[in-house]
């Protein structure tokens, strides 16, 4: 009876908290977006590299999606074409590695190895389906996106 009546409750949960994860992952887009002027950073900063960059523009997390520690942090997150995505997701001219160098230039080297290192222990983020938590992480991206953008998308 007590199984069931949690089980109900997850149920009935899900729906508000796959909302707010939806919307916070959007908003940390946007961030990363506006930050990067919505131009693929490794046709910024490598215009040496041979690779044939597409339109289609998209925000790669730096340490695995999987990771939810980091899922939403903009540090994490790097404006990067279909192409080198794509590239980086299959091991390819080693497009992962040019990400990990602008992550590492931009963040700095401190932040960079703080972030490998969470990447590395693997823990769980045990807030990922709490409602306050995932509520405080928009109010946080909502913040940062007024500062950046100075409100013109309000
Ligand atoms: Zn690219």
């Not at 903009?74 to 602008?102: A, F, Q, R």
């Amino acid at each position: 009876m007590k199984k069931l009546k949690s089980k109900q409750v997850k149920k009935i949960n899900k729906t508000p908290q796959k909302k707010l994860q939806k919307k916070a992952e959007s908003l940390w887009k946007e961030v990363c977006l506006f930050r990067d002027k919505r131009k693929c950073q490794v046709k910024q900063m490598f215009p040496g590299v041979k690779i044939p960059h597409s339109n289609v523009i998209q925000v790669d997390h730096c340490f695995s999606r999987s990771n939810k520690n980091l899922f939403l942090q903009i540090s994490n997150g790097t404006t990067v074409c279909s192409t080198c995505n794509m590239m980086k997701k299959n091991g390819l001219k080693g497009v992962d590695l040019l990400i990990y160098e602008i992550v590492s230039r931009r963040e700095g080297v401190d932040r960079f190895m703080e972030m490998r290192e969470l990447h590395q222990s693997g823990g769980a983020n045990i807030s990922w389906n709490k409602v306050w938590w995932l509520e405080e992480q928009i109010d946080i991206l909502e913040t940062i996106k007024r500062g950046m953008t100075g409100g013109i998308y309000e």
